[in-house]
């Protein structure tokens, strides 16, 4: 299982992109096997990282779809193979040592 953040950014459309965001939350509402959480500055998603990169390719596209002629979508992944990873399980690791 992996953890990866998403930021997708259309360019040259103005300052405000929220409703590109909302929309590109639309795709990722569909995959009911992920996990996810909208941040102010990205998305994080958990789960199967090729299922991950199918959404977020999907998701890339939709700007494109509503008039954007330039895309920038930036991509960090987690991806721990020794034992499980999940978004809530690295808050709590912190969290105890707070």
Do not use: N, W
């Amino acid at each position: 299982m992996a953890i990866v953040e998403v930021t997708i950014a259309p360019l040259g459309v103005g300052t405000s992109i929220s409703q590109y965001v909302a929309a590109c939350h639309k795709v990722l509402e569909q995959a009911k096997d992920l996990k996810y959480q909208l941040t102010p500055m990205a998305t994080v998603i958990e789960g199967d990282l090729d299922r991950i990169m199918e959404v977020i390719r999907q998701m890339h596209e939709v700007p494109f779809e509503a008039g954007a002629q330039r895309v920038s979508t930036l991509i960090r992944i987690d991806d721990r193979r020794d034992k499980e990873l999940t978004m809530a399980g690295k808050i709590k690791a912190v969290q105890e040592k707070l």
